[in-house]
């Protein structure tokens, strides 16, 4: 699935990923490839991110934080996730 995570003044994240777990407003949840569509409002906390490819040789924004070789970490303040069509887009603080 396409993950584009988007803060006010920069792009943080666009790619291609297997799955990401949010910090919803009613505790954590995932979202798979064809995951139907939702829209959620994110509270501070993590999102984890499972890559397609290994984190070997990649470069990434400052933001992010390497688990492992296989999975991101975004810490937000807030936001709101949208997924549509195995597109995730999260605004985030």
Known sequence: MKLNVITPT???FDGEVISVSL???DGIFQVLNNHTAIISSLTIGEVIIELVEN???ASYNEMIQIKDQNHIIISIKGGV???INNELI???E
């Open 81 to 83: 996730a949208e997924l």
């Open 90 to 92: 999260i605004l985030a």
């Open 55 to 57: 984190t070997k040789d």
């Open 23 to 25: 910090p919803g407003q």
């Open 10 to 12: 920069a792009k943080i």
